[in-house]
């Protein structure tokens, strides 16, 4: 037996062993099957992984065991822990340490042991790892040797599993960074877009027409990029899934070319299309996804060609009566990639030069999602290039022939094609942010479409019984009932099956799905345009589900004017007034005098009773609100409060309060004078 000598420190063993975050784990695969092991090559009827704690030894994987942990008094691991060698007792009844154990006198009737510390690689012994047999014996040197290996096997084990368990951690950091980024980005932008859309309808001067094309042109450049970030984000993750559905891959070029058509002609480049006759009529395909790679090509190319063409080209490679194989071509006689540089071309964040993105832009993101979605779909994408002369990508996919049926495609939704699908349906809009909630009624109205407002997840629940409704908008995030619990009541308590469309600034890996799996029909990711929930409304109220809109994003932003003085929120008015319908802007400071009051005076009991998780609630209420309406002074003093507290700086929570009340009060009163005037 080895001497048994104390250890240099408990605590910093116990505290290592606490880094490791396995006690009380689940059972798994791995340690179960190396105890098994042990158990048949020593030919012993028990072996287990122990951990030992300050209280008890727990265990982690056992064979011929029926308990899950004992006290730590009473184990012979504890003796075990305090050595550096193995501990092997070869007949128990003769050793006055363990001859009166419970373990050896009582039902188990242990009468050898032979454990052996599981040290980590600062030589904290964390656990053990045992034979037990119910009669006395001797272990060979060899015997010995594999003990000692299979301690060492857990101590990797335990290892690999915590690296596990921080790539997870930080997999799930960076999912919740990416939520909020989108969110706090999308919740803005989800406004320009919207009252842009709107400030468009109206009667414009030239030199407005010319601010409104720079401001959508930088916000598709902003949703451009979220997007890029957002799906580079899915791929790594591998929770994209495709959504294959009857797809015609002649309109879908031609809904490709017509969109960057306009950024071609500005360049002076021509961009060109030339399609196979045998292409087949339909084919199952992710259109989504699709038209990503031809968009993501087609940019690029016209990005990199000061002069001459560019041009999409697809033939069909093999074809039988079932499948085709078909080849995408994006050809362009730009400035071409180094020859060195073309092994690297798709890798992430890579550009082709170091001067690129300087000179051009990007993030380097968007060849390496053509890339990830095309070996998704089983397909393959490879580059050519010169030098000075030009590159072409090259993309092959196979497609299942789809059945052919009859699918109106509508490029640039004309609404008076449309709203006879919809006109006079009676919609529910489940939201908590007044402003989101003017914007989607605005939309909705402009289409005949009846729009009934609850403020939150209860609300809705409780209209959806007094009411027939044809659609149901059911935001995600709201308070006192949130949109998948609303979601839930409806079609698992109340039985209905009325389609519901989740809608979140939140756009992140699994949302979708989590908004499918709990009852709803669709999801629309904000910030979203006239056309995408213009068509996330037709798909439920046309035959057979066979309307197939293929969008152009299409007019983004609002003003985007600063303000926080009374003159400047009075000129934001006089605007809405002369450039809206007649009453909007009135109907804006209705919204906001009407329901500001009653959080604010939330905010301030809060604050007075530091009670944290309100004062963080009301900040990121008020924080939607200023988004929406671009008041940045607000946006930022609400997500400072709101990140004071989550980050457990409680004190800068309620100063930076403060600040917010006060300014939330000064906007109440600018709102409030210009009513009156």
Request: hydrophobic share 40%.
């Amino acid at each position: 037996m080895s001497e048994v000598v104390p250890a240099n420190n408990e605590a910093d063993r116990i505290k290592r062993l606490d880094y490791y975050e396995i006690m009380d784990s689940q059972e798994e695969a791995m340690f179960d099957e190396l105890t098994l092991l042990a158990s048949q090559i020593l030919d012993v009827p028990i072996s287990y992984i122990s951990l030992l704690d300050g209280q008890r030894q727990w265990f982690k994987s056992k064979v011929g065991l029926d308990v899950s942990e004992t006290p730590i008094d009473i184990s012979f691991c504890k003796h075990t822990i305090m050595g550096k060698e193995p501990l092997i007792v070869n007949d128990t009844l003769e050793s006055e340490t363990f001859k009166d154990n419970v373990f050896v006198t009582g039902e188990l009737g242990a009468r050898f042991y032979a454990g052996v510390p599981i040290m980590d690689l600062d030589n904290h012994a964390i656990g053990t790892f045992c034979a037990v047999d119910q009669k006395p014996r001797e272990l060979t040197d060899k015997e010995k040797q594999l003990l000692k290996t299979m301690a060492k096997t857990a101590m990797s084990l335990i290892s690999l599993r915590k690296s596990r368990l921080e790539a997870m951690k930080l997999a799930k950091a960076k999912e919740e960074f990416l939520s909020n980024m989108s969110h706090e980005i999308r919740t803005p932008l989800n406004a320009i877009i919207g009252f842009n859309d709107l400030l468009r309808k109206t009667t414009l001067t030239t030199t407005q027409s010319e601010y409104l094309d720079t401001i959508r042109t930088s916000s598709q450049t902003l949703k451009v990029i979220i997007d890029d970030v957002l799906d580079f984000s899915k791929l790594e993750s591998d929770k994209i899934e495709l959504e294959l559905r009857p797809i015609s891959l002649e309109a879908l070029v031609d809904h490709v070319i017509k969109l960057q058509l306009p950024i071609a002609n500005e360049k002076g480049v021509r961009l060109l299309k030339s399609l196979d006759a045998a292409l087949p009529v339909y084919v199952l395909g992710d259109q989504t996804r699709l038209a990503q790679i031809f968009t993501n090509l087609i940019s690029n190319a016209i990005k990199f060609t000061a002069k001459g063409l560019v041009e999409l080209k697809a033939y069909v490679v093999e074809q039988d009566d079932f499948n085709s194989l078909v080849r995408f071509q994006v050809v362009d006689t730009g400035i071409g990639i180094p020859e060195e540089n073309l092994d690297k071309i798709f890798e992430r964040f890579t550009q082709a030069d170091a001067n690129t993105t300087r000179l051009y832009g990007g993030t380097g993101l968007g060849l390496s999602i053509v890339k990830g979605f095309t070996e998704l779909m089983g397909g393959a994408v490879t580059v050519e290039s010169t030098l000075g002369k030009g590159t072409t990508f090259t993309v092959e996919l196979r497609f299942e022939h789809a059945e052919e049926e009859e699918i109106k495609i509508i490029n640039n939704i004309d609404v008076t094609q449309v709203t006879s699908f919809i006109k006079g349906k009676e919609a529910l809009v489940v939201e908590d942010n007044p402003h989101n909630q003017l914007l989607i009624k605005n939309y909705l109205n402009l289409w005949g479409v009846n729009c009934t407002i609850a403020n939150n997840g209860e609300e809705g629940v409780q209209m959806v019984q007094n009411k027939t409704f044809d659609i149901i908008f059911m935001d995600l995030q709201m308070p006192v009932m949130d949109g998948f619990m609303a979601t839930d009541i409806i079609r698992n308590k109340i039985k209905l099956e009325t389609p519901i469309v989740g809608c979140s600034a939140h756009s992140l890996v699994g949302e979708k799905h989590k908004c499918l799996a709990i009852g709803m029909n669709d999801y629309v990711s904000k910030p979203y345009t006239e056309q995408e929930l213009l068509s996330s409304i037709l798909q439920f109220f046309t035959e057979k589900d066979k309307l197939q809109l293929l969008m152009t994003p299409d007019a983004l932003v609002d003003e985007s004017m600063e303000y926080s003085e009374k003159d400047e929120v009075a000129a934001l008015l006089k605007s809405f007034d002369e450039n809206f319908v007649e009453g909007f802007a009135a109907e804006i400071v209705e919204v906001f005098i009407r329901t500001i009051p009653a959080p604010l005076e939330g905010f301030r009991i809060a604050l007075a009773q530091e009670d944290h998780e309100t004062i963080k609630d009301k900040a990121h209420y008020f924080l939607g609100t200023f988004g929406a309406l671009r008041i940045e002074k607000g946006r930022e003093l609400s997500k400072s409060v709101e990140q004071a507290v989550q980050n457990q700086e409680l004190e800068k929570s309620v100063v930076e309060g403060g600040k917010l009340y006060r300014f939330i009060n000064s906007i109440l009163t600018a709102f409030e004078t210009v009513a009156v005037s």
